[in-house]
């Protein structure tokens, strides 16, 4: 019997390390996929607010380094 691995992970922007194109669950999945032979299935979000809130995000850091170099 064939298993299936379903999965959601989320890449972009990382808090400790910045950007990245892979989640750490994505990463662990296809290990399972290479050793298990599974199929695999990603879970996307119907809308790509992570997206727009790091583009916020980005934004901000940027706002509140102008303002830190003002002082």
């Known amino acids: 019997m064939k298993s299936l691995i379903i999965y959601f992970s989320r890449a972009d922007e990382n808090y400790s390390v910045g950007y990245i194109e892979k ?3 994505e990463v662990i ?3 399972i996929k290479e050793f298990t032979l599974s199929d695999m299935i990603k879970i996307e979000p119907l809308n790509p607010i992570q997206k727009i809130i790091t583009l916020a995000l980005t ?3 940027c706002v509140k380094r102008c303002i830190m170099h003002l002082f």
Request: aromatic share 12%.
């Open 23 to 25: 989640g750490n669950t």
């Open 29 to 31: 999945a296809e290990y």
């Open 59 to 61: 934004k901000l850091k």
